[in-house]
Structures are given as C-alpha cells and as structure tokens.
C-alpha cells in the first residue's frame, strides 16, 4: 500500500530498495527555503543494517502488509520460544533474536500477535501491560524528595527496572511492555 511521505511514523515497516525497513526515527523538516521533507532512519529487519533517507512531502512510499495472528505462548528453550495459535493448536516457534528482551516477559498463555511478512516471522507484540513480581530492591533513601526519586529493582524473570520509593521485595506490580518502565502496584 503506497503511503504519502508525511504519514511514515515510527514502528512502520517500509518496502524500500528491495528490502524491509523498520522505522525508528522520523522527522518532518519545512527549511526556509525549498520543500518540505521527511528525515526517515530506518533498520533493514533482514541484514541488520540502519539508513537514513530524505522523502519529499510529494514522494510515495510503500508501506509493507503484515499479517497479523493470535498466538498463546508455551515455553522455551535454549535459542526459541514456542507458541501455540488458539483455534487450530498449531504451534510455531521463533528465534529468541526476534523477540528479543521483551522475551523474558512472557509467561504461560500469554496471547501475544505474531507479525508475518511473506509467511516468515518479522516480530511479536506482547500485551501493552503485564503484571510481574519483585524479586528484589533496594531499601528507599530518606531525603531524596528533591527529584522524582525512583531506586532500581531486580523483577522475578531477572529484568532490571526503575521503581518508586515504596514498592517493595515481593510486591506485584504492571509494567509497560514497549518501555519496560513501572506502570502502577497491584
């Protein structure tokens, strides 16, 4: 689907140069003098390589088609993560490269959407919040109310975050899965 240059947002993926592209940051720049244009820096998802291109307002890009598919997750082992889809109870596994950090948030049954591109795997979005314990943090500091004072906690699946001054060790609590940052206690 062609796709005008001002509407490329971070997260999309692009056909461009025979290749997919992964959008990590974009810009729109309108200079004195001359046109306006988008500063794009994209991530090939297949050779791992970054780029930075310029569009006009008045170019078109090729904006790629994903599929998108519900999927429970099972288990893993040591270079996948398996997942089973609902309905059918076809299960896939994919590389622990794709999922990447996000993996060790995944718990038994999370319904997660796995995006395929030309029937191969591209990435795995996870729900937007998920609830993870303590396993361990520091004791809070008295006197740090100058700044917003947050201590760092070691969570139960070894991830390391930023937390409040009162969450404690055990403590449940909801973190967001694009910014692994602390949401709110249970």
């Given amino acids: ?6 509407e490329i947002r971070v997260g999309m993926l692009l056909e461009y140069k025979n290749d997919l592209w992964q959008v990590l940051k974009t810009q729109h720049v309108k200079p004195g003098k001359g046109g306006a244009f ?3 820096e994209m991530k090939s998802v297949n050779k791992n390589t ?3 291109e310029r569009f006009r307002s008045s170019e078109t890009v090729e904006k790629a088609s994903l599929e998108e ?4 997750y099972l288990y893993e082992d040591e270079h996948n993560y398996f997942f089973m889809e609902p309905k059918t109870f076809e299960q896939i596994e994919i590389k622990k490269d794709i999922v990447g950090k996000k993996g060790k948030l995944l ?3 999370l319904l997660v959407i796995v995006n395929f591109y030309n029937d191969s795997v591209i990435s795995v979005d996870l729900p937007n919040q998920v609830v993870t314990k303590i396993k361990s943090t520091d004791a809070a500091l008295k006197g740090q109310t100058i700044s917003s004072s ?3 906690a070691i969570l139960d699946n070894g991830l390391n975050i930023q937390v ?3 969450i404690e060790s055990g403590d449940e609590i909801i973190i967001d899965t694009r910014n692994l940052e602390y949401v709110k206690k249970i």
């Fill in 38 to 40: 988008a500063q794009v």
């Fill in 107 to 109: 718990t038994e049954n």
């Fill in 150 to 152: 947050y201590k760092p």
């Fill in 69 to 72: 598919q519900n999927y429970n």
């Fill in 164 to 166: 409040p001054p009162f």
């Fill in 50 to 52: 970054k780029l930075n």
């Fill in 1 to 6: 689907m062609k796709i005008n240059a001002g």
